[in-house]
């Protein structure tokens, strides 16, 4: 019903710069609540962006990446990006598209149990 395909990972040096995308296919071309979530070996996941697709568009991020990470989408690719600059090691991370159908704007936030459609991952590798 819902595939999400991630790209843009990589490894980085810190204060450097990379964007991840997430291209949706569905058959229904719905509002969705979409986010990025990532996770770091011995942590739980974490959310770190969401955007509502819908009408009034709706953005939150984490406290941990504001002002460095911007979420963002091409409806008309149906594709998500994460815009991550001045990343830092902690950054070091899978990062997890993550989609939910049907949510209102008020809906869309960092709760991992909102979102029932994810990605493989992308891993992005921040060093010092």
């Known amino acids: 019903q819902v595939q999400l395909v991630e790209s843009g990972g990589g490894s980085v040096q810190a204060g450097g710069s990379l964007r991840l995308s997430c291209t949706l296919s569905?058959?229904?071309?719905?509002?969705?609540?979409m986010a990025w979530f990532r996770q770091a070996p011995g942590k739980e996941r974490e959310g770190v962006a969401t955007?509502?697709?819908?009408?009034?568009?709706?953005?939150a991020y984490a406290d941990s990446v504001k002002g460095r990470f911007t979420i963002s989408q091409d409806n008309a690719k149906n594709t998500m990006y994460l815009q991550m600059d001045s990343l830092k090691p902690v950054d070091t991370a899978m990062y997890y598209c993550?989609?939910?159908?049907?949510?209102?704007?008020?809906?869309?936030?960092?709760?991992?149990?909102?979102?029932?459609?994810w990605g493989q991952g992308t891993q992005v590798t921040v060093s010092s």
């Open positions: 569905t058959d229904t071309y719905g509002t969705y609540c």
């Open positions: 993550a989609a939910r159908r049907g949510y209102s704007r008020s809906g869309c936030d960092l709760f991992e149990y909102r979102y029932n459609s």
């Open positions: 955007i509502y697709t819908g009408s009034g568009g709706h953005t």
